[in-house]
Nanobody
Framework: QVQLVGSGGGLVQPGGSLRLSCVPS????????MGWYRQVPGKQREWVAH???????NYVDSVKGRFTISRDNFKNTVYLQMNSLKPEDTAVYYC??????????WGQGTQVTVSS
């Protein structure tokens, strides 16, 4: 059973920064892509960003220029650096790992709250 451990959430003021981390129980090199979704209560889960095995990145339009996804193969960790945070970024952020088969593994979710 693959496990993903996400961390790094918290409370930050508008304009602030947070960095999320995601560590899978297997090597990140096993996955076609890794990334994050986020979810606000009462709304559908929204895809935020991913990084492929070839280190191509992509982002939802609302975070482009503010969020950066990266990975450290040596530390077996994927990061989501979130800058210039806005109240509308408040959500539970879920990291995921996508296998070539199309199967997704999910982390447990970490709360990000942007509020003054």
């Amino acid at each position: 059973q693959v496990q993903l451990v996400g961390s790094g959430g918290g409370l930050v003021q508008p304009g602030g920064s947070l960095r999320l981390s995601c560590v899978p129980s297997r090597s990140i090199l096993n996955y076609a892509a890794m990334g994050w979704y986020r979810q606000v209560p009462g709304k559908q889960r929204e895809w935020v960003a991913h990084i492929t095995s070839g280190e191509r990145t992509n982002y939802v339009d609302s975070v482009k220029g503010r969020f950066t996804i990266s990975r450290d193969n040596f530390k077996n960790t994927v990061y989501l650096q979130m800058n210039s945070l806005k109240p509308e970024d408040t959500a539970v952020y879920y990291c995921y790992a996508l296998e070539i088969s199309g199967y997704k593994y999910w982390g447990q979710g970490t709360q990000v709250t942007v509020s003054s």
